[in-house]
């Protein structure tokens, strides 16, 4: 067996504005869904990975300094703690910063996605070693309308060719070190990683997400994905 290769970069470190609930004060990446905090489905779910060498989680300032206690019942030697940034593509760019050497192929994975799955992993994982970037993905499969600032429709756009960007994403180290790099100098900022590598003409590929993926934005969210945590992948 190859000596492990893959680091990965939970992104924990968003402020939660959209959701409130009853841990109403705490981020929603620490609150429990499905069973156990929503950042710890991702981490063990990773650290599971014979091929995985690193995780970093990537968490606000408050919490880099003093980690939720549950974080260390996983495998400590495979876990570093970064600390968040103002913006996304800026936590990301720390964690990539924290990566050990060893890791040639770099997951970006949101913790607000808590039920990624292996097979999910496999696909991004694959196509990453093959030279390019991959994303998990879904086709859009609704009608989709463009609408003015009164709401009006203005026309109905063609959603052949149309996905839906999930996590994780997944790139060879110098492709996504280089477009984040890139973005840094050029002050521009990202929700998707994939795009920071677009804007380079750097190639990426998407692969089949899963709907059980879904991100977790409003409180309303919580108990989809505890529904959708009892089906299969």
Same mark, same amino acid.
């Given at each position: +067996? ?21 841990? =109403?004060?705490?981020? /929603? ?6 069973g /156990? *905090? +929503? ?7 990773? =650290?599971?990975?014979?091929?995985v ?6 968490? *606000? ?7 939720p ?23 990301? =760019? ?5 990566? *050990? ?11 607000? #996605? ?5 097979? +999910? ?47 994780? =994403? ?28 677009? #804007? ?31 089906? *299969?992948?």
């Amino acid at each position: +067996m190859n000596a492990p290769d893959v680091g990965v970069v939970i992104v924990a470190a968003g402020s939660s504005t959209r959701t409130t609930g009853t841990d =109403q004060g705490r981020l /929603k990446q620490l609150r429990w869904v499905a069973g /156990k *905090p +929503m950042l710890l489905h991702s981490l063990q779910t990773f =650290q599971q990975r014979a091929d995985v060498a690193m995780v970093v989680c990537v968490l *606000p300032t408050s919490y880099a300094g003093d980690p939720p206690p549950w974080l260390f019942q996983c495998d400590v030697e495979r876990m570093l703690i970064s600390v968040g940034g103002k913006e996304r593509s800026e936590s990301v =760019q720390n964690g990539l910063e924290d990566l *050990p050497d060893e890791c040639r192929i770099v997951l970006i994975h949101d913790a607000a #996605r808590p039920l990624v799955s292996p097979p +999910m992993i496999d696909r991004v994982i694959a196509e990453a070693r093959k030279g390019h970037g991959a994303i998990a993905a879904l086709p859009v499969v609704d009608t989709l309308k463009e609408v003015d600032a009164h709401g009006a429709i203005v026309k109905t756009v063609d959603r052949a060719g149309l996905w839906r960007a999930q996590t994780p =994403q997944g790139f060879p180290r110098d492709m996504i070190v280089r477009a984040h790099a890139d973005a840094s100098a050029a002050g521009v900022s990202a929700t998707d990683d994939a795009a920071l590598c677009e #804007r380079l003409g750097l190639p990426v590929v998407v692969v089949r997400g899963s709907e059980r993926a879904m991100k977790v934005t409003d409180d309303a969210d919580f108990a989809r994905i505890d529904a959708l945590f009892s089906l *299969p992948e």
